[in-house]
Structures are given as C-alpha cells and as structure tokens.
C-alpha cells in the first residue's frame, strides 16, 4: 500500500502487485521497459529488477494521483514526489511506502510543512507555516507538535517553551500583541501552576494559576507601588494577605472575592 502522510488525513493510493514475468535473475540490473497498464488502470513507466518496480519510475492512478521516484521491490524508496488528486503534494524521502526522513508537504490551500518524516508522520525537527503568517518551528512526535517549540500567530502572538500533542505544555512563555506576557507552567493550553504574568502597563502577578485563573498564594504589584501578597482563588484576593500601599503602609487581613473584610 503505497500512501503518504497519515498526519494530513489524505487519501491513501493503491499499488496493485505487478504479475510480469520475470525477466533475467533477480540479481540482475535494471531495465526499463516500456508503459505498463495494470488492470485497475494504473500504468507504470520506469526501471525494473525482475517482476519489480526497481529504479526509477513514474505511477499514475486512475484518480490522478501520481508517484514520480524511486522504488525498491515494488515500493516507493528513496527520494521521490507524490501527488494527490486534491492538489496536495509531498517531496521527500521514503521507506517502504511511506515518507521517512526529510520532506515537504505542501497542502492546496498553501499551509506547508517541511522537516523529519517517521512511517507517514511528522517526527522529529520541522517547520509548519499557515497562508495567515502563522508558523511553528521546532519538534513534532507521532504527527502531532511534542517537544521544545516557537508559536507565531497571524496577530503577532506568540509561544516560545514546551508542546505536547499539539497543546502549549509544560513550561513556556506566551506573549500577546498587546503586550502582556506570562511565563510559566501550562498544562493543556492553559496557565496552569506556578508563572508569572506582566501587564503592559506595569502591573505583575507572580504566583499560582488553575485553569488559566490565579490560585494560590500570589503577589500582585501595581506600578505606583501598591502590592497585594496573600491568597487567591477564582482570579480574586480570597483568603490572609497583606496589603501595601503607596507609603509602604502594611495591612493584614482576610479577603473574599476580591474585598478586603473590615
């Protein structure tokens, strides 16, 4: 079964066993030969090593789709182009039908990847780029974004840290256009754990976070001096804290939902 790229859900493309008869020993060199039809009408024409597919050669489906390479044995191997009937293409390298090592997929609608290739999967290092502008550089596993990686949206965003499964997690920094930044521990593509987040007017938070939300024990510090330390919950000052103002005056006391109790 000769397909490609199981990580972009495309169809998958038969190849139907060739029944010539051999021609020379199978230690033999290649040859070519002329077009050959295959009863499904698929036709081959390339290089031969017996009654296999050895060499070079191009294979056209009845779909359109075609394989232009290497082959080995009646596989694709090697470096060779396969298209899709949909307009998608993917040049690269493969292995027993499958694109393994460094290839380009490049899809109709103009996103692109290009890097390391596992048994149809993106695996390894690569570079993912969106018509939008958007793009990702860095680690991919079994097809999906896993390991160290740099984010950049078309609204100029961006995530610099650690991925699993496509999902922002782990440690990472996460900046916005508008000039917030929070650097810290995620889990799921949320802020989740211990980070510290900064407003772009001056305003920082340093503390827990669950479910992109502040918990825990925090400090929160204003730009005109005023800082809140104490306990957290939903996003609000909820538990004992302390309260400085602008004259280095400290208040103790206990908080709900963001109001200090007299």
């Known amino acids: ?116 290739w596992q048994d149809d999967k993106q695996h390894g290092y690569g570079e993912e780029t969106w018509p939008d502008g958007a793009r990702y550089v860095g680690e991919y596993q079994n097809g999906l974004k896993s390991g160290k990686g740099d984010f950049t949206w078309a609204d100029g965003s961006s995530y610099s840290g650690q991925f699993f499964e496509n999902d922002i997690h782990g440690e990472g920094k996460y900046s916005w256009e508008d000039g917030r930044v929070y650097e810290g521990q995620w889990d799921r593509n949320r802020m989740h754990g211990k980070g510290k987040f900064r407003w772009a007017d001056g305003r920082v938070y340093e503390g827990g976070y669950v479910n992109d939300s502040k918990e825990g024990f925090g400090t929160f510090s204003w730009p005109d001096g005023r800082s809140y330390e104490g306990q957290w919950a939903e996003g609000k000052q909820h538990g004992q804290g302390v309260f400085t103002n602008q004259r280095n005056e400290r208040k103790e006391g206990v908080w709900v939902q963001g109001k200090r109790q007299q």
């Open 1 to 116: 079964m000769l397909s490609c790229c199981q990580a972009t859900g495309d169809n998958q493309a038969e190849v139907v066993d060739a029944t010539i008869p051999p021609r020379g020993k199978e230690n033999a060199p290649t040859e070519s030969r002329p077009l050959h039809t295959y009863p499904n009408g698929s036709t081959y024409t390339g290089e031969w090593l017996g009654p296999h597919r050895h060499g070079h050669g191009l294979q056209v489906w009845p779909d359109g789709a075609r394989y232009e390479g290497q082959w080995e044995n009646d596989k694709a191997h090697g470096f060779g182009r396969f298209e899709h009937t949909d307009g998608d293409i993917y040049e690269g390298y493969w292995l027993n039908d499958k694109a393994h090592g460094k290839g380009t997929y490049t899809h109709a609608s103009g996103s692109k990847f290009s890097g390391e």
